[in-house]
């Protein structure tokens, strides 16, 4: 249970604050409703790269990083397809030193162009040692396109093509910090030996005069039903072939979220797993597996991929698969099965409540997608799923017509 | 209300004490020694078994690692599915670990399901059959894996580095491909018996425990006999040489650059000051080589410099993977920093702020049951006093410029360097 007081203030930014005697640190984390969905589709890795560019110095602090560190703080950022998370930890004391920072960056950026140039390269760096020059680094920007003919979701966080991060402008920065960047796209999470008052007091102070701007309205292509299986076969310098197969699934609030969730764990968590012990021991087909869901906000993707052991052949390897995956359709889970997959959820979720920027994080997610109570609520909607859930899942979605395979070949080597 | 000064930053207070604490010290009658911390308000624990059972014991590559990763494998009255299903199905994680050092396995569970999987734990430990078929799988997957990893420049040119560093000690062991052809399920066996023997270990706990549970692990653990296995040990005498290295792999649009040396241990005087001196150099986000090679010059996603601590040998290594074009210009850039660092006295702003950071990122890293725990470990194993981190912090604050300029001239000189991608380095 993370226990939180909730606060909104005059310009529409929502703050939550959860009170943790244990420690020396808070957390301070700001999540901004705006991910790689809502980037133009000529303009991919905006998102991404606005990410960087938050570093870059604000409105009236030039430099972000040095006075943080400056108070023994520290920070970092992420980017997905639905969300732009930042945040800092710093010692309690100094708390008002991050709101001070945090705040000004929501107020306005410095937008220099020394600033867009650098991490313009960063970022290309970025895409080339995380996608270009590893093994397998490029199988999201296959398996994406794939999977989604429609919906933003078909492209990844960094980007489609390195070109759109070369080509992006100045007034294209802007533009979308002033659509994205506004205090009611915002959710502020405080974690940490606080008290809600005083908190409250203090963003009132450093977030109340900034500008509500506009609401932005997402209004996103809609990906129509998949009909027919997709097949993709590509060759690569890598020295193993592996298999990426992806259904669409439903969406973060659906109910049946939480049995696809289980579903993975049943096929792929732990040693005892369903496709561990069947396909890499007992078969030995692959060397290693593994399937889960991406957790995305809209309609998803239920993944399960592999690296293929050497000498079996692709196809009978992807048959092993589904036929593996077919079983779970024709017959229910056992009830010890599905206790135990519930076990590791709940062991999960209480490892998670010793870290306070997770739990932070945790209630900003939460806000955002609707409910940070929805945060408290998680673990009895994970027990009220059924064997006969399980089943139907399988049966209604895990099927041939609404899947995409990849076929990630090993280009013989003379 | 007076008009908010925004470019002004608020006060602020130096950290003067972290919450660091020592473990309660006990022993089980068998004389297997448990440090623990009481500490937290979820119910869960971790209970963790550190054995000296590193890579620099073994005789030749992956004898360790295999001892390590087959305790899962079988016992004497489960086989390995068995053993995992125990302890999934209570939601337990069993983790085992092994580095140059140490041989770890640990076990995560909240407290309610103890009672159930510690004894697993116990099983694994004292009863492993390392079974040959189980043994065979994990050795093809490990290969491959292995092969997957040398299409990595980090990997080439880390591996590279590791060896030049360690020259004639037991920590220049490393896995060629043919090394999985000259290991068998006895080599690692005999290693587990050795090694993996209670006599060896020591006994880790946080979490949020009681009384019982020391009385739990006595039960277990406290009556088995023990018996001394383990033969000398020496890591042998190092014959370090600098040079520079470059490991061509032409299709690389990355370089990957591993430089450095060895350099002074963790209980040596200098050692907090070094670490001033590593930290202004390439240690945090706001360092020399961060702040010029990646937000000024755009050559590289990260770059970065460390002091890798190892109990019997400490190494200073500077990391990053660089764009191809610009490997020798960030190379370049790299020496300057360095020659900067030791003919420039660095200023006091960047000095307080370095110094703050690192009393920060102490005081992070000593937040809760599980960080005490590491911070305690490494205390422990390196034999350093408790009251280390009370001198580490006032040595913080003891270092002056002129330090870090002697720090620079004595410690950052005849490095080793290698850079493995598609071109050479000079």
């Known amino acids: ?129 995380r996608y270009l020059n590893q093994p397998y680094g490029d199988v999201w920007l296959l398996l994406r396109p794939l999977a989604y003919s429609t919906h933003p979701y078909k492209w990844a966080t960094i980007g489609k093509e390195v070109s759109h991060i070369e080509d992006a402008k100045m007034e294209e920065v802007k533009a979308f910090f002033y659509k994205h960047y506004t205090p009611q796209n915002a959710i502020l999470s405080i974690a940490g030996d606080v008290k809600p008052d005083e908190i409250i007091e203090l963003v009132e102070k450093w977030y109340g005069t900034i500008p509500a701007g506009n609401k932005y309205n997402r209004n996103l292509p809609k990906e129509p039903k998949q009909t027919e299986a997709r097949f993709l076969e590509v060759k ?22 939480y049995a696809f969730d289980l579903l993975s764990d049943i096929l792929s968590r732990g040693n005892s797993s369903r496709l561990y012990q069947e396909l890499v021991k007992e078969k030995e087909l692959f060397t290693e597996i593994g399937a889960y869901q991406m957790g995305s906000m809209e309609n998803g993707l239920f993944i399960v991929s592999g690296k293929v052991k050497e000498g079996i052949t692709m196809d009978k390897a992807n048959e092993a698969i589904e036929k593996c995956l077919e079983s779970l359709s024709h017959e229910l889970v056992e009830e010890q099965e599905l206790t135990k997959v519930k076990n590791k959820v709940e062991s999960t979720d209480t490892f998670g409540h010793i870290n306070g920027l997770n739990k932070a994080m945790r209630i900003g997610y939460f806000e955002l997608l609707g409910n940070a109570d929805l945060a408290n609520e998680e673990m009895k909607k994970y027990e009220q799923v059924s064997a006969e859930d399980l089943r139907r899942i399988t049966t209604e979605s895990i099927i041939p017509s609404n899947c995409s395979t990849l076929y990630y070949l090993a280009e013989k080597k003379n | 209300m007076a008009e908010l000064d925004r470019k002004k930053a608020p006060k602020f207070q130096e950290i003067t004490d972290i919450g660091f604490q020592l473990p309660e010290k006990k022993k089980l009658s068998n004389g297997i020694p448990v440090f623990q911390y009481n500490l937290g308000s979820q119910e869960l624990v971790k209970v963790e078994f550190v054995f000296e059972a590193g890579t620099k014991y073994q005789l030749k590559p992956l004898v360790a690692s295999f001892a390590n990763a087959m305790l899962k494998e079988g016992t004497q009255k489960k086989n390995s599915l068995e053993i995992a299903h125990a302890i999934d199905y209570y939601g337990a994680f069993l983790e085992t670990e092994v580095n140059s050092d140490f041989g770890t396995v640990s076990l995560y569970t909240l407290n309610k399901h103890l009672g159930k999987v510690l004894p697993i734990l116990k099983e694994i430990l004292t009863e492993s059959v390392f079974p040959k078929k189980e043994f065979e799988q994990k050795l093809s997957i490990k290969k491959q894996k292995f092969v997957i990893n040398q299409e990595k420049v980090e990997t080439l040119a880390s591996v590279d580095f590791s060896k030049l560093i360690y020259k004639g000690t037991k920590y220049a062991q490393h896995t060629e491909l043919s090394s999985f052809d000259n290991i068998s399920v006895e080599d690692s066996r005999k290693f587990y018996e050795e090694f993996y023997n209670l006599n060896n270990a020591q006994i880790f706990v946080a979490g949020k425990i009681d009384s019982s549970f020391i009385l739990f692990l006595e039960d277990l ?99 990053t993977e660089v764009g191809k074009e610009v490997t020798q210009l960030a190379l370049n850039e790299i020496r300057k920093e360095i020659h900067t660092l030791q003919n420039e006295l660095v200023s006091e702003e960047e000095l307080t702020k370095v ?10 890293n000593t937040d809760g049951a599980f960080d005490m725990l590491e911070r305690f470990k490494s205390l422990h194993y390196h034999n350093l006093p408790n009251n280390y981190y009370t001198q580490y912090m006032s040595d913080i604050h003891a270092t002056n410029s002129q330090d870090i300029l002697k720090l620079a001239q004595t410690y950052l000189n005849e490095l080793t360097i290698v850079a493995a991608g598609s071109v050479k380095v000079k």
């Open chain 1, 236 to 257: 690569r310098n890598v020295p193993q072939n592996a298999l990426y197969k992806a259904w669409h699934m439903c969406n973060r609030l659906h109910a049946d979220y």
């Open chain 1, 1 to 129: 249970m993370i226990e939180f007081v909730k606060h909104t203030l005059k310009n529409g930014l929502r703050v939550l604050i959860h009170p943790d005697n244990s420690t020396p640190i808070v957390t301070i984390n700001t999540v901004f409703d705006v991910g790689a969905k809502d980037e133009d589709e000529n303009r991919t890795g905006f998102a991404h790269l606005f990410e960087h560019l938050m570093f870059g110095g604000s409105i009236h602090i030039p430099e972000f990083d040095g006075p943080l560190q400056n108070v023994g703080g520290q920070n970092n950022a992420f980017t997905s397809n639905d969300i732009t998370n930042y945040y800092l930890t710093l010692p309690k004391q100094n708390i008002e030193t991050g709101l001070w920072l945090e705040s000004d960056r929501m107020l306005s950026l410095a937008f220099t162009t020394e600033s867009l140039e650098v991490q313009r390269s960063v970022v290309i760096e970025e895409f080339k040692q």
């Open chain 2, 355 to 364: 110094k703050n950071y690192m009393l920060g990122s102490l005081l992070q």
């Open chain 2, 221 to 319: 653990f406290g009556k088995e006999q023990l018996e001394k296995k383990r033969s000398e040990f020496s890591i042998g005498e190092s014959t370090y040489l600098s040079s520079t290295h470059s490991i061509l792999k032409p299709d690389a649009i990355q370089t990957s650059f591993r430089i450095g040396k060895p350099t002074i241990s963790l209980g040596h005087p200098d050692f907090s000051k070094l670490k001033v001196m590593n930290t202004i150099f390439g240690g945090y986000f706001g360092s020399r080589l961060m702040t010029n090679i990646r937000e000024e010059k755009g050559y590289t996603y990260g770059i970065g410099s460390a002091l890798m601590s190892k109990i019997d040998g400490t190494s200073h290594i500077i990391y």
